[in-house]
């Protein structure tokens, strides 16, 4: 019984092996070339509108951020944290921002985000951050006092 069962195993095997090789060769297409290189207007169109699309969103982070700044005189930190996020959605930042960031969302209830936001202060050079959050590590309590301007 034994011998008929080494006997099928054997044979299986091979023919499963002999059944997966049979295939494996690749199969015929044909392939098209389809790259056209960029003329020297075409390329000098595209670093144009590079740069006017950074210099766009330079002056939008400094729109947006004097306007946040505006806000957080006024103590309207809901209105700061919103202009605040919408010019580092430009691609720039400044660390003190992330620091006001990180105190307003503090003082807002959300502990998490704000400590989120001053380590990244903290990690950008803005050492005063170190300060906020070995204060929110003693569980002092922030006030309006800790944003610098």
Same mark, same amino acid.
Not at 34 to 48: G, K
Not at 88 to 110: F, H, P, V
């Given at each position: 019984?034994?011998?008929?069962?080494?006997?099928?195993?054997?044979?299986?095997?091979?023919?499963?092996?002999?059944?997966?090789?049979?295939?494996?060769?690749?199969?015929?297409?044909?392939?098209?070339?389809?790259?056209?290189?960029?003329?020297?207007?075409?390329?000098?169109?595209?670093?144009?509108?590079?740069?006017?699309?950074?210099?766009?969103?330079?002056?939008?982070?400094?729109?947006?951020?004097?306007?946040?700044?505006?806000?957080?005189? /006024? $103590?309207?930190?809901?209105?700061?944290?919103?202009? =605040? *996020?919408? &010019? +580092?959605?430009?691609?720039?930042?400044?660390?003190? %921002?992330?620091?006001?960031?990180?105190?307003?969302?503090?003082?807002?209830?959300?502990?998490?985000?704000?400590?989120?936001?001053? /380590? $990244?202060?903290?990690?950008?050079?803005?050492?005063? =951050? *170190?300060? &906020? +959050?070995?204060?929110?590590?003693?569980?002092?309590? %922030?006030?309006?006092?800790?944003?610098?301007?």
């Amino acid at each position: 019984m034994t011998k008929k069962l080494l006997c099928f195993v054997f044979l299986t095997v091979s023919i499963f092996a002999n059944a997966q090789n049979r295939y494996d060769t690749p199969a015929n297409a044909t392939f098209t070339n389809t790259y056209v290189p960029m003329t020297h207007e075409e390329m000098m169109l595209r670093a144009a509108a590079e740069v006017y699309r950074e210099k766009r969103a330079r002056e939008d982070f400094d729109k947006y951020s004097r306007t946040a700044y505006e806000y957080l005189q /006024k $103590k309207q930190i809901g209105y700061f944290t919103s202009y =605040a *996020n919408a &010019a +580092l959605s430009t691609g720039y930042y400044n660390s003190q %921002l992330y620091y006001n960031l990180g105190i307003s969302y503090y003082l807002s209830g959300q502990k998490r985000k704000g400590k989120k936001f001053l /380590k $990244k202060a903290l990690k950008k050079g803005f050492l005063e =951050a *170190n300060r &906020a +959050l070995f204060a929110i590590k003693k569980k002092e309590i %922030l006030s309006y006092s800790w944003f610098i301007y």
